[in-house]
């Protein structure tokens, strides 16, 4: 009887657990979806499907009415609250293809340069709070393929006018000040990461790519300095290559990092939560012996010489925050 009733216990723990969390797929594959932002109608990122394109149906509340889905930075789909009733929502989730990253002739050089785009962003408290994209092109060592140096060829800067700067309220800042170019890091030699005990490893397999999620826990423990505290700092990164690759530099198609803090002052009655996105998508690899010259990336102007956003193929989240935010973001001045 007592075994019967632990068993009984430990079902209806799994299915409120499962009843909580909701997959989204995609509706031309049936493969999970990640990477799936959901907007409630007053803007904010409530939920970011994981690479099993699941989320927790607890982030999502009633009041918000109508959520906005975003996938590969392209709006896919707005549902109401209770379309999420259902365990599993497919989603149109891609209008174009894949860009082909374009590999210039190999030749022996020192240098090998990965160009391609990109787009970052801030949330504090789940709502925008900063954002720029741009073109950029990373220097590795053709040798050891470490990256070496990269240059900002073009960037647009926005930012919310309504930030303040109050010492004591956190919840007021402008935290632009973490908006960074994206990183590259962890490229190489992603199948070395399986085995780390500090790291979650998952990977998904398609006929379009080959995705990886490594999420690590950095801090869970509280931290306190002049009178602020932080705590559970978490990142999660994804990264994704050609379908059965060797996964190297040359197959790289996405790189996608959020970065997850609790800030606050003391005074504060509860933690703020800031949420950073860096995202980078290769266009075309190739190699010389000469480095070029960097660009500063100042996040307080723009610098560009073309409407390098209005090209099809780039990751514009711009449109998708200002219909949210209207006269509230604010582009920065262009330096050229």
């Given at each position: 009887m007592r075994k019967s009733?632990?068993?009984?216990?430990?079902?209806?723990?799994?299915?409120?657990?499962?009843?909580?969390?909701?997959?989204?797929?995609s509706e031309k594959t049936n493969k999970p979806l990640?990477?799936?932002?959901?907007?409630?109608?007053?803007?904010?990122?409530?939920?970011?499907?994981?690479?099993?394109?699941?989320?927790?149906?607890?982030s999502l509340k009633p009041k918000q009415e109508k959520f906005q889905l975003v996938c590969d930075n392209i709006p896919v789909a707005t549902l109401a609250y209770s379309d999420f009733n259902q365990e599993v929502i497919k989603?149109?989730?891609?209008?174009?293809?894949?860009?082909?990253?374009?590999?210039?002739?190999?030749?022996?050089?020192?240098?090998l340069f990965v160009k391609g785009n990109f787009n970052t962003y801030v949330t504090l408290n789940n709502k925008l709070n900063s954002y720029a994209d741009g073109i950029v092109t990373y220097i590795f060592d053709n040798k050891t393929k470490k990256l070496k140096s990269m240059q900002v060829e073009q960037y647009r800067i926005f930012r919310l006018e309504n930030a303040e700067m109050d010492r004591k309220k956190l919840s007021s800042w402008d935290y632009g000040m973490f908006l960074k170019v994206p990183r590259l890091k962890n490229i190489e030699n992603i199948d070395g990461y399986r085995t780390k005990k500090d790291i979650i490893f998952k990977e998904l397999k398609s006929d379009k790519k080959d995705q990886i999620e490594l999420t690590e826990i950095t801090n869970d423990e509280e931290m306190g300095f002049l009178g602020y505290r932080i705590s559970d700092a978490k990142n999660i990164l994804n990264i994704s290559y050609v379908p059965n690759s060797r996964k190297e530099l040359r197959d790289?198609?996405?790189?996608?990092?959020?970065?997850?803090?609790?800030?606050?002052?003391?005074?504060?009655?509860?933690?703020?939560d800031i949420a950073i996105y860096n995202n980078?998508?290769?266009?075309?690899?190739?190699?010389?012996?000469?480095?070029?010259?960097?660009?500063?990336?100042?996040?307080?102007?723009?610098?560009?010489?073309?409407?390098?956003?209005?090209?099809?193929?780039?990751?514009?989240?711009?449109?998708?925050?200002?219909?949210?935010?209207?006269e509230d973001l604010k582009e920065k001045p262009n330096a050229k």
């Amino acid at each position: 009887m007592r075994k019967s009733l632990i068993l009984l216990f430990l079902a209806f723990i799994l299915n409120l657990f499962h009843a909580q969390t909701i997959t989204f797929i995609s509706e031309k594959t049936n493969k999970p979806l990640p990477k799936v932002s959901v907007f409630a109608k007053d803007g904010s990122i409530v939920a970011f499907s994981d690479i099993d394109g699941k989320i927790n149906k607890q982030s999502l509340k009633p009041k918000q009415e109508k959520f906005q889905l975003v996938c590969d930075n392209i709006p896919v789909a707005t549902l109401a609250y209770s379309d999420f009733n259902q365990e599993v929502i497919k989603i149109n989730d891609r209008i174009k293809d894949i860009e082909t990253v374009v590999i210039k002739k190999e030749k022996p050089a020192k240098y090998l340069f990965v160009k391609g785009n990109f787009n970052t962003y801030v949330t504090l408290n789940n709502k925008l709070n900063s954002y720029a994209d741009g073109i950029v092109t990373y220097i590795f060592d053709n040798k050891t393929k470490k990256l070496k140096s990269m240059q900002v060829e073009q960037y647009r800067i926005f930012r919310l006018e309504n930030a303040e700067m109050d010492r004591k309220k956190l919840s007021s800042w402008d935290y632009g000040m973490f908006l960074k170019v994206p990183r590259l890091k962890n490229i190489e030699n992603i199948d070395g990461y399986r085995t780390k005990k500090d790291i979650i490893f998952k990977e998904l397999k398609s006929d379009k790519k080959d995705q990886i999620e490594l999420t690590e826990i950095t801090n869970d423990e509280e931290m306190g300095f002049l009178g602020y505290r932080i705590s559970d700092a978490k990142n999660i990164l994804n990264i994704s290559y050609v379908p059965n690759s060797r996964k190297e530099l040359r197959d790289l198609l996405e790189y996608n990092l959020i970065r997850f803090i609790k800030l606050k002052h003391k005074s504060e009655p509860q933690y703020n939560d800031i949420a950073i996105y860096n995202n980078f998508y290769p266009i075309d690899i190739d190699f010389g012996n000469e480095k070029m010259e960097k660009m500063q990336f100042d996040i307080n102007s723009s610098q560009y010489t073309s409407k390098y956003w209005e090209n099809p193929a780039f990751p514009n989240m711009q449109p998708v925050f200002s219909s949210f935010f209207k006269e509230d973001l604010k582009e920065k001045p262009n330096a050229k």
